[in-house]
């Protein structure tokens, strides 16, 4: 019996150990920053696009060949490819290990979360490829990486293709669904260090997540409807990805203010990202 107590309590103590590096936690740290950065580049084009002086709509993909041609532009791609990196390993922690609710009683809604980190990491692992791509083939960017109509393609080739698409628009539509639940009860503000923010800090961190995390789960939902409808008409040309989702909206009726208030959304959640880097609680 003794021994059976002790498994649990050793993992425990690992994870809390792994977790608690210094180094873990500085890469975890630096990617949130990196996330942040990325997402306020999405974000300040969008809005641009929205008022009519330049930029573009495009995907976090699109955001990285917009910094690599910037002046030192190869500089911060590598420090964001860095971030980056150091944002998938804490996912990938966080999946294995899950060090923020070690002790706790394994639940659906745990084994959910873990699912969701690995399929960050795997999401985030892509976008370190990209950045990599740019650094050392500068010019061929977004065009070498495989956009969600080519992978809705490969999978709509498969036997159960239409099923396999649709699923994934489903669950798309349910992570869309629990962002705009999260940003509504507004509980992402347990994971920081509130006696460490003056209390402008905490007012504003908490505006930011809510709204930031409503625009994603506002893009999550319909990037999840159109997989639905790739999978229904079994066209993967139905299919969109961030930045086509934001195209899309720029083309709609009152396109201009739906994809302003959207862009306004993204820099939110870039601004709350980089509050995480500062103040989130990387193990309690």
């Given at each position: 019996?003794?021994?059976?107590?002790?498994?649990?309590?050793?993992?425990?103590?690992?994870?809390?150990?792994?977790?608690?590096?210094?180094?873990?936690?500085?890469?975890?740290?630096?990617?949130?920053?990196?996330?942040?950065?990325?997402?306020?580049?999405?974000?300040?084009?969008?809005a641009?696009?929205?008022?009519?002086?330049?930029?573009?709509?495009?995907?976090?993909?699109?955001?990285?060949?917009?910094?690599?041609?910037?002046?030192?532009?190869?500089?911060?791609l590598?420090?964001?490819?860095?971030?980056?990196?150091?944002?998938?390993?804490w996912?990938?922690?966080?999946?294995?290990?899950?060090?923020?609710?070690q002790?706790?009683?394994?639940?659906?809604?745990r084994v959910?979360?873990?699912?969701?980190?690995?399929?960050?990491?795997?999401?985030?692992?892509?976008?370190?490829?990209?950045a990599?791509?740019?650094l050392?083939?500068?010019?061929?960017?977004?065009?070498?990486?495989?956009?969600?109509?080519?992978?809705?393609a490969?999978?709509?080739?498969?036997?159960?293709?239409?099923?396999?698409?649709?699923?994934a628009?489903?669950?798309?539509?349910?992570?869309?669904?629990?962002?705009?639940?999260?940003?509504?009860?507004?509980?992402f503000?347990?994971?920081?260090?509130?006696?460490?923010?003056?209390?402008?800090?905490?007012?504003?961190t908490?505006?930011?997540?809510?709204?930031?995390?409503a625009?994603?789960?506002?893009?999550?939902?319909?990037?999840?409807?159109?997989?639905?409808?790739?999978?229904?008409?079994?066209?993967?040309?139905?299919?969109?990805?961030?930045?086509?989702?934001?195209?899309?909206?720029?083309?709609?009726?009152?396109?201009?203010?739906?994809l302003?208030?959207?862009?306004?959304?993204?820099?939110?959640?870039?601004?709350?990202a980089?509050?995480?880097?500062?103040?989130?609680?990387?193990?309690?």
């Amino acid at each position: 019996m003794t021994h059976h107590n002790s498994q649990p309590q050793n993992l425990h103590q690992q994870a809390q150990r792994v977790a608690a590096h210094p180094w873990v936690e500085k890469l975890a740290r630096f990617g949130y920053a990196a996330k942040g950065t990325v997402y306020f580049v999405v974000g300040l084009l969008a809005a641009q696009t929205a008022i009519g002086s330049g930029g573009e709509t495009t995907s976090t993909s699109g955001a990285l060949e917009e910094i690599v041609a910037q002046p030192f532009g190869k500089v911060l791609l590598g420090l964001i490819a860095i971030g980056i990196m150091g944002y998938v390993f804490w996912r990938l922690v966080q999946t294995v290990l899950d060090p923020e609710h070690q002790g706790e009683k394994l639940s659906l809604k745990r084994v959910a979360q873990r699912l969701g980190y690995a399929v960050s990491a795997i999401s985030y692992g892509s976008l370190v490829l990209t950045a990599i791509g740019l650094l050392f083939s500068l010019g061929e960017g977004e065009g070498n990486s495989l956009t969600t109509e080519d992978w809705t393609a490969r999978f709509l080739s498969q036997p159960f293709g239409q099923w396999l698409v649709g699923l994934a628009g489903g669950l798309t539509v349910i992570v869309g669904l629990y962002h705009f639940y999260n940003a509504y009860q507004a509980k992402f503000m347990q994971k920081f260090k509130q006696h460490q923010m003056s209390p402008t800090e905490h007012k504003w961190t908490k505006r930011a997540g809510q709204f930031g995390m409503a625009a994603r789960g506002f893009m999550f939902g319909l990037i999840g409807i159109f997989l639905i409808l790739a999978a229904w008409q079994s066209k993967a040309s139905q299919a969109r990805g961030f930045g086509g989702v934001l195209a899309t909206l720029e083309h709609q009726p009152f396109g201009s203010w739906l994809l302003g208030i959207v862009a306004l959304g993204l820099i939110a959640y870039s601004i709350y990202a980089l509050v995480e880097a500062r103040y989130r609680h990387i193990v309690d």
